[in-house]
């Protein structure tokens, strides 16, 4: 059974910094693409990045692109999502997933921007 663990999360001023991790089980983790999702209170749930099974290729949404970088450890199961220049819209709760979001979500971690 496929499980996803995110961590990582937390509150954040304006402007700073925080690398998310999750790590990944029931899969064979480096046949999937990966990528990470956010849900804010009332909105539905967004791509906002993602990468291949060895990395070659990345993808970012408009909103995150030069912000946000994901990247993965095929020997660790595990793929990160390193946020910067946090803005009070990136508030949300993230999730990792298959880039299809074809597994069972986990709990993901809560990010809060705010002064």
């Known amino acids: 059974q496929v499980q996803l663990v995110e961590s990582g999360g937390g509150l954040v001023q304006p402007g700073g910094s925080l690398r998310l991790s999750c790590v990944v089980s029931g899969m064979i983790f480096r046949a999937n693409s990966m990528a990470w999702y956010r849900q804010a209170p009332g909105k539905q749930r967004e791509l906002v990045a993602s990468?291949?099974?060895?990395?070659?290729?990345?993808d970012y949404a408009d909103s995150v692109k030069g912000r946000f970088t994901i990247s993965r450890d095929n020997n660790r199961n595990t793929v990160y999502l390193q946020i910067s220049s946090l803005k009070p819209a990136d508030t949300a709760v993230y999730y990792c997933?298959?880039?299809?979001?074809?597994?069972?979500w986990g709990q993901g971690t809560q990010v809060t921007v705010s002064s």
């Open positions: 990468i291949t099974s060895y990395g070659e290729t990345i």
């Open positions: 997933n298959t880039a299809r979001g074809s597994s069972a």
